[in-house]
């Protein structure tokens, strides 16, 4: 069970942080991703991690700008976002993937959240 939360409406510039609160006592064994989708748009990678937090991996046009990192401790898995764009709006999803390697494919994962409205205005 995956629950976003921290999205909102911004001004283009902004910073946003996303946190994911996971349950269940396997969360620090799962990779752990964030997608995005904007209306009329397919579902896109945006960042993902791996079990251990030391490998991450982000989609090109959010590298620079997006951290994603976790607390094991806390079950919960964050993207800080920053410098946002207009471009940046979307639902944005957390997912949990049972294999400890990060994917951009999204149908590697396993379990999904119900997603989260970020919306960045110019």
């Known amino acids: 069970h995956l629950v976003e939360s921290g999205g909102g409406l911004v001004q283009a510039g902004d910073s946003l942080r996303l946190s994911c609160a996971a349950s269940?006592?396997?969360?620090?064994?799962?990779?752990m991703g964030w997608f995005r989708q904007a209306p009329g748009k397919e579902r896109e990678f945006v960042a993902a991690i791996n079990w251990s937090g030391r490998s991450t991996y982000y989609a090109d046009s959010v590298k620079g700008r997006f951290t994603i990192s976790r607390d094991n401790a806390k079950n919960t898995v964050y993207v800080q976002m920053n410098s946002l764009r207009p471009e940046d709006t979307a639902v944005y999803y957390c997912?949990?993937?049972?294999?400890?390697?990060?994917?951009?494919?999204?149908?590697?994962?396993?379990?999904w959240g119900q997603g989260t409205q970020v919306t960045v205005s110019s």
């Open positions: 269940g006592r396997t969360f620090s064994s799962y990779a």
């Open positions: 997912a949990a993937r049972q294999r400890g390697a990060g994917s951009y494919r999204g149908v590697e994962y396993d379990f």
